[in-house]
């Protein structure tokens, strides 16, 4: 990040002309930056709001480096487009030699050192690849960026020296997948206004708005050619029409997201570059200038009002999500004057309201490490704090004590190194998924009935999957999507087990076991399929109609998808008995 910063800073410093000490003082503000990146980024990658923070900055960074030698004209929205274009493509080319440079010094150096490995059986440890890696990246790639920056000198000259490669890319890869891409939006938006009782899909805000970016980057990059071409003039003039109504379909698309859930960081970030795109391209309807620079001047602009209060991405999504969830506590009688008050039993709420303030819960502990909810439940985290530490003392003691008493073939060094490792062991404060879990035990609320998103239709369940089996099955009238898992020890959710040996399938739910049902058919159909002496019987390139099978559960009819299933061949001489076994599917219920 501070690289990078610095980079531009240094390109802006030097279009105003500042003295050699000025530019050195300037650099105070990337380091500033940095330590402050530093400082408040934490360790962790793992933390959502850390990768926000690291999406935001680089996207405001990267958007500035491409228009910091001319911040002035930028801010008149006017400037010379021909200097910007050269300035504009020898940065993106800069950008493209230096990676693919990267990669080959780590490849050639990378096939060096296996072919020494293999020859000589020096015995290098397998890091150094990494290692290696690293070096080719942050030294030798950056050096050789440096010394391509464009100079003061160059920043008005509209000389451009054309990239072969870049050229093709542009003209003959980019602008025809460009009108691909937005034929098929639009084929799906015509679907769309034709059966308008079904909702888009979500997905299409996202490829709106990563198919316009790219097709914003070819529009700058096509500028040189719009002089020779007439069919990149003329794409060139009409596409910022086309983002139009795209646009729109991503803002219908987004509305009914958030009218049924609410703002989302997820939500929120669709909206803004929704507005950045319409503003664009309205921009570029209009404009008579047309000035390229303002692409990414509008986008470093955009990151930087996303990233204050109170419109920081972060917390707006987090304050409008906590009053909704303080709204269904109150429908729930579970807050009643600015008072918890848990249930006596999960059976006095609402299904479905129940579900709505356990997902309201685990998606807001995803934030600042569970605040808002450790100051909202105060009294019931400080209960889950004091059983927490009391597992944890529990299991330290329990640890100890199964070393003292077991042999392990362990001298008594060795046993006492075990042992001073396990008691120095320090308590750390409850993770996510401890407060979520005991949380909502403690208030008597589970989990929605299915782990799937489900968006619910005027006539149907439709199931948000990446199963092709289950989007191709008929899943009208079932009320309920239950996923098979291949282990009894999936978490919180409610999932399916198959058990092979038992012929049945277990259902449960925050790894308790509910119910069993009758599997017997559908098992001996996979044992009957192995007449070969091999290990396993598997299956994964199956014919969907042979993998679907119907089942009785008490009162429900149950309709089991197998997506993928490995059964051991009881024909094959076993010694172990706890061969692997390996399935995956969906049960829908009635």
């Not at 105003?16 to 050195?24: A, D, G, H, I, Q």
């Not at 579970?334 to 059976?347: E, R, T, Y």
């Not at 985290?381 to 392990?408: A, C, G, M, P, R």
Request: charged share 20%; net charge neutral.
């Amino acid at each position: 990040m501070t690289f990078f910063f610095s980079i531009a800073i240094d390109l802006n410093s030097e279009s105003r002309w500042y003295t050699p000490l000025k530019k050195y003082l300037f650099q105070a503000l990337p380091i500033l930056f940095g330590i402050f990146f530093f400082f408040t980024f934490h360790a962790g990658t793992e933390s959502f709001e850390n990768m926000v923070f690291l999406f935001l900055s680089l996207a405001g960074i990267m958007s500035f480096l491409f228009f910091a030698p001319y911040l002035k004209n930028i801010a008149l929205w006017n400037g010379e487009q021909n200097s910007y274009y050269a300035y504009f493509y020898k940065i993106a080319t800069l950008f493209l030699v230096s990676t693919i440079l990267g990669w080959l010094l780590f490849a050639l150096w990378a096939i060096a050192i296996w072919t020494i490995e293999t020859l000589f059986w020096l015995g290098i440890y397998n890091n150094v690849y990494g290692d290696w890696s690293i070096i080719a990246m942050i030294i030798f790639t950056p050096l050789f960026a440096l010394q391509g920056l464009p100079q003061k000198s160059e920043f008005n000259e509209a000389i451009l020296s054309q990239n072969a490669f870049f050229s093709f890319l542009t003209r003959y890869v980019a602008i025809p997948f460009v009108v691909i891409y937005f034929l098929i939006l639009y084929a799906y938006s015509i679907k769309v206004l034709l059966n308008f009782g079904d909702w888009p899909k979500w997905e299409v805000s996202w490829m709106v708005i990563g198919f316009s970016i790219l097709w914003y980057m070819t529009y700058i990059f096509s500028y040189s050619f719009e002089a020779k071409n007439k069919f990149i003039a003329r794409f060139r003039k009409y596409f910022p029409y086309t983002v139009v109504p795209q646009v729109a379909m991503l803002f219908y698309a987004i509305y009914l997201r958030i009218a049924q859930y609410d703002i989302t960081i997820n939500r929120y970030f669709v909206v803004v570059f929704g507005l950045w795109l319409l503003i664009i391209s309205l921009y570029f309807i209009i404009s008579k200038k047309k000035y390229l620079g303002n692409i990414a001047a509008l986008l470093t602009l955009f990151t930087i009002i996303v990233s204050v209060w109170p419109w920081w991405v972060y917390s707006l999504p987090e304050s409008r999500q906590l009053a909704r969830l303080e709204h269904h506590l109150a429908q729930a009688n579970i807050l009643q004057d600015n008072s918890i008050i848990p249930l006596k039993d999960s059976a006095d709420i609402d299904e479905k309201l129940s579900g709505e303030i356990y997902n309201w819960i685990d998606y807001l502990c995803d934030f600042d490490d569970c605040n808002s909810i450790k100051k909202l439940f105060k009294e019931q985290y400080e209960t889950i704090v004091t059983e927490d530490k009391k597992e944890f003392t529990d299991k330290k003691l329990s640890d100890v004590e199964y070393y003292q008493n077991n042999d392990f073939n362990l001298d008594n060094t060795q046993r006492q190194e075990e042992i001073d490792s396990i008691e120095n062991r320090k308590y750390e404060w409850p993770n996510k998924w401890n407060i979520v879990s005991k949380l909502t035990d403690i208030l008597k609320v589970k989990e929605f009935s299915n782990n799937w998103d489900l968006y619910i239709h005027p006539y149907k369940y439709f199931a948000k999957s990446d199963s092709k089996l289950l989007l191709n099955t008929s899943i009208d009238g079932y009320k309920e999507i239950i996923e098979l898992r291949w282990n009894i020890n999936s978490g919180r959710k409610k999932y399916g087990f198959i058990d092979v040996q038992t012929k049945t399938i277990s259902i449960y739910e925050s790894d308790a076991l509910i119910d069993t049902i009758d599997a017997s058919t559908m098992i001996t159909f996979f044992i009957n399929q192995d007449d070969s002496k091999s290990k396993y019987w598997q299956r994964s390139d199956f014919n969907s109609n042979d993998m679907v099978f119907e089942l009785k559960w008490k009162i429900h009819e149950v309709k089991a998808i197998i997506e993928y299933i490995s059964v051991p061949n009881p024909k094959y001489n076993w010694k172990k008995e706890d061969h692997y076994i390996n399935k995956a599917g969906y049960l829908l219920i009635k």
